[in-house]
Every structure is written in C-alpha cells, then in structure tokens.
C-alpha cells in the first residue's frame, strides 16, 4: 500500500509535468513609452540587491542617449567605497512597436550581441505620466529598480509606488533603498 505521503508526491509531479500547476501572473507593461521623453538622466530610489551591483554603494544613475542606429546607449555609474566611481556602458533596444514598454539591455561587447543570453529584459513597469520617475522589472520579477529624474522621491509618491508594485507580485521588502551622497 502507498503512503499518503507518497500520493502527494505523486499527485504534485502529474500537476507540474501537465501544466496543471496554477502559473504567476504575467507581469504587466505600461501601454507605451515615447522614448524621447525617457532619454536622459534617472537616479537609482531602490533596487532589488543584485551580483552585478554588488561594489555599488551610493549615487547610482542611468543616463540614456539615442544612438546612431536607433538604439539606445545606457551609461550607468555608481560610488564604490573607494570614493571611486564605476561606469558599465551598455546598448538598449526596444522590442516590438517603437512605443513598446519593453526594452532589452546588454552590457557585452558589440560583437557579442547576436547571443540571446547577453541580453536582458528592461520592461517599464510604472511610469509617471510626466516621467518623473519609472519602474523597471523583467518577467520573472528578479530585478527591480525604481528610477526618479531627481536622487530624491517624496515619501506618498514612493509608498503609493510599493503599493502598486506589491500589486504586480513584486516582493519589495526586498528594496534596498540607495544612498545619496
């Protein structure tokens, strides 16, 4: 005779291997992004802790400039402890519609850039109608990083944002907020 132990267990493989298993919501876009009202300076709010801003400690920015080609060059830069300051220069691309919320973001080198694996989802979230501050996450929700025009946000604007974004199946208590020299 199986233990009932042993009927869960089986029961919860056959869910799983059919797809019966209930999935996460996909997570939502905005509509659309006109993305020269995005280009220019955004300042790192909070983020989620992740490996490749592990040396990052305070005034993390993003400065987005159209490119020749259509795309978009991303410098990001960060204080180290060091007092130093830490530049990644990546390209951005949209995907889709030229107003498409979703963009991909690699920090490879150019000739790189026909491996999928070197791209990462950038998908806009929230953003504010006068683009004053973003939320950026990818589908998985991993990755999550609020973005202000300014280093500061007002206290309602941030709390009615993590309102939002706790609706969206984002965890953020995991936020690490970033410090501001």
């Known amino acids: 005779m199986v233990s009932t132990t042993f009927k869960y267990f089986f029961a919860l493989i ?3 291997c ?14 659309a992004v006109d993305l020269p009202r995005y280009l220019g300076t955004w300042f790192e709010i ?10 990052c400690v305070a005034n993390t920015r993003a400065e987005y400039s159209l490119r020749s080609d259509g795309s978009l060059q991303v ?3 960060c204080k180290m402890a060091s007092g130093k300051v830490d530049e990644a220069i990546g390209t951005a691309r949209q995907i889709g519609s030229a107003s ?15 491996i999928p694996a070197v791209w990462g989802d950038y998908w806009v979230i929230a953003l504010d109608e006068n ?3 973003v939320a950026v996450s990818e589908p998985g929700r991993d990755y999550l990083w609020v973005l202000s025009r300014t280093p500061r946000m007002e206290p309602q604007t941030y709390a009615d944002l993590m309102l939002r974004l706790s ?6 208590q995991k936020l690490e907020l970033t410090a501001q020299d």
């Open 14 to 16: 056959f869910i799983a």
């Open 18 to 31: 059919t797809g019966l298993a209930p999935a996460a919501q996909p997570l939502p876009t905005v509509p």
């Open 46 to 55: 909070a983020k989620f802790p992740n490996w490749f801003q592990r040396k």
């Open 75 to 77: 410098t990001n830069r």
């Open 100 to 114: 498409s919320p979703k963009l991909q973001v690699r920090f490879a080198p150019d000739w790189l850039s026909l």
């Open 131 to 133: 683009y004053q501050w």
């Open 167 to 172: 609706g969206l199946g984002l965890d953020v």
